[in-house]
Structure formats: structure tokens, C-alpha cells
């Protein structure tokens, strides 16, 4: 069967997904940059999970986690991911695909130290992912590092830091009448981006 060819495209999706991000953070009711963040182990078996986009341009796409998770884990061993975006209340959805890479230290550090106070506290409490034996543990782990901490500045803790996934393909999902949806897919080629139309 004859496939139509990819064209180069004239739009840029990052910027396409940065119009539509605008557009839901009006109209989303809460965390329009909320998105399922799915990795793989290197025998292929995947997990996904919600994280909240912490910044993107034309580099990729930022979150930040604590690297001693599961994620954390997963990207260490295969440093692949994807991104699916879907805002209701605009019936869109973006999918993003990559390598992802770690972000400096100077940008993980001034992530961090723009988050509340309970956050920073926080994010030294939790080992995330590994198994809490009672709620009155993660409490106990709060209020022990709030008294370390006491009023001075809370570093950032070597363990908790963010990702780039850098973006090899992209689709911006639209919804149509009677399922008949827009799918438009970008692949990453030298210099830009091809396009292709998808068959919903
Ligand atoms: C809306 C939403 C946003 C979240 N944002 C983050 C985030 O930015 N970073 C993070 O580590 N976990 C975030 N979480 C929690 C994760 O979904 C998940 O529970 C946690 O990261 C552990 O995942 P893992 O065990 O697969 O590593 C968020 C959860 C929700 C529902």
C-alpha cells in the first residue's frame, strides 16, 4: 500500500504545544500541565504515572521527581519516555516521545528553591516509591526534617532533581465530529520537523 509522503512541516509543534498549554491553563479548572509520564524497564514492560510539566522550549519538555523512584529508576536504565497530555475541557491531547537527559543543577536548583517551604520539607521526607509501614512514619520524617531545617535555607537534596524529555516525535490530537478526529504527527528530521497526517 502507497503511504502519502511526510512533508516538511510549517508549523513547529513545541510551539503549537505551547499555544494549546495557553489556551488550557484558561481553560482547565486545575493543573493544565498535568500529564501521564510513561517509561519502560530495558525488558520493555511499562509504567506510567501523573506529573506536572515544570517547563518546556525548545530544548523539550521539564519535570522534576525524586531520582530514587521508580521512574527515577526506570529512566536510569532506559532513557526513553513519553509524555500524553489531554485537556478536557478543550478535547485536545499532545503526545510527546524522546531520549530524556537530566537538567543542570543550576536549573533543578532554582526549581527547587522556587517551591513552598512544606514542598521543599517534603521532598527530603519522602522516599518515594519504596514502602511507607504507616502514615504516622512519612508525618514523623516531616516534622524531623522541619526541625533540622528549623528557619535556614533547605538545599536540595541530591536524590530529587528534573528531566528533559527531548522530543523525536510528537502528535497534536484534535477531536472532530462523529470520532472523525485530526491527528497531525511530527517527526524530528536534520534542521526541523516533517509532518503526516494519521488515520484516527
Ligand atoms: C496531577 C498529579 C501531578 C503529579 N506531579 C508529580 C511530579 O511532578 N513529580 C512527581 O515525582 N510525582 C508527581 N505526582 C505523583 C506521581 O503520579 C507518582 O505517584 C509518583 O511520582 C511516584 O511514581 P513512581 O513510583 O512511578 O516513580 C503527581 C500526581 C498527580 C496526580
Known sequence: MDTPPR???TDDPIAGFEAWMAEAAKSEPNDPNAVCLAT???EGRPSARMVLLKG?????????TNLESRKGGELAANPFAALCFHWKTL???VRVEGAVEAVSAEEADAYYASRARGSRIGAWASRQSRPLESRFALEKAVAEYTLKFGVSEIPRPAF????????DRME??????????????????AGGWEMEMLYP
Open 40 to 42: 519502560c524497564t530495558p
Open 91 to 93: 478535547q485536545r491531547s
Open 172 to 189: 497534536l490530537w484534535r477531536d472532530m465530529p462523529f470520532r472523525l478526529h485530526e491527528r497531525r504527527v511530527f517527526h524530528r528530521v
Open 160 to 167: 530529587w532533581s528534573g528531566f528533559r524529555l527531548v522530543p
Open 56 to 64: 518546556v522550549d525548545a530544548r523539550g519538555f521539564v519535570f522534576y
Open 7 to 9: 512533508i516538511p512541516a
